[in-house]
């Protein structure tokens, strides 16, 4: 096999993507639009949804078991579609590894950017908060605005129900927001990848004068910058196939998904299934 035919086999490879639940499927849906001839991969690993109260050992023993489950399916690229995973496993991932890997972070520096008033609120798991990449983010782009942290527990099991407009979500997103307006927040960062899935109740609770922050558009255009240094971008002409796998214990998994994808979807149980070890 020629090295021309070899870089052709890995441009036609899928990218893959994963989180801890349903969450990441707001930055594949960005990364659709953005490379829609690419054929991609998600898993929700939404049995051991929120990772965001789990050791930084237990979420590295899941992140490893999805990537091997991953390139086993001839992965090209991995993208790590969660804050928390992000934050415990990136460098282990990078360290194991060779396909390119791309994470999440919390928008703190274009949140300071476009504040008005220097006061950044940041909606996130508590795994996220307590990381060192976050306390990094702070040192590195926070120093002349004033950031406002809120850890929003239980939220990500609403959106892993599929309840996006229950009463008890709407409860909880009042709750977390009103700190950070109390404090006078006018950019608010959402720093979990489920969040975007309730950013109209967000909208609602906050008003139109308080921006709202994600990354996912950001980390699709870092993925195809990543894909073009590494000519690993397709070629194909025509829309690519998306396939979905989750181990949800929920009867309506497949309907959650679809939900949040916006669309019928090809779903797959994910086995086999180990335990979490750490």
């Excluded at 898993?43 to 490893?64: H, L, M, W």
């Amino acid at each position: 096999m020629t090295a021309q035919s070899d870089i052709c086999n890995f441009q036609h490879r899928p990218i893959a993507v994963f989180d801890s639940g349903v969450g990441g499927i707001s930055v594949l849906k960005h990364i659709h639009a953005l490379l829609p001839n690419e054929q991609l991969l998600y898993v929700a690993d939404s049995k051991y949804a929120p990772y965001g109260n789990k050791t930084a050992a237990e979420i590295q023993a899941r992140c490893f078991e999805i990537a091997d489950f991953l390139i086993e399916k001839n992965a090209k690229a991995l993208v790590v579609a969660c804050n928390t995973a992000t934050a415990a496993a990136i460098d282990v991932l990078r360290e194991k590894y060779t396909l390119p890997i791309i994470g999440m972070e919390p928008a703190v520096k274009p949140a300071a950017e476009a504040s008005k008033n220097g006061i950044i609120g940041v909606l996130a798991t508590i795994g996220t908060l307590k990381s060192a990449q976050f306390a990094g983010l702070l040192e590195s782009y926070g120093r002349n605005v004033k950031v406002v942290t809120q850890a929003c527990v239980g939220l990500v099991e609403c959106i892993e129900r599929g309840e996006l407009n229950a009463d008890a979500t709407k409860a909880l997103i009042k709750h977390y927001c009103a700190p950070l307006l109390a404090e006078g927040a006018d950019t608010i960062v959402l720093g979990c990848t489920h969040y975007p899935f309730v950013r109209q109740l967000i909208e609602q609770v906050v008003g139109s004068q308080v921006a709202l922050i994600d990354t996912g558009a950001a980390v699709a255009k870092h993925l195809k910058q990543q894909l073009q240094a590494h000519n690993l971008l397709s070629n194909n002409q025509q829309s690519a196939a998306v396939q979905f796998w989750t181990n949800s214990e929920i009867e309506n998994a497949a309907q959650v998904i679809e939900l949040m994808w916006g669309a019928k979807a090809n779903i797959s149980m994910l086995s086999p299934d180990v335990a979490l070890t750490s």
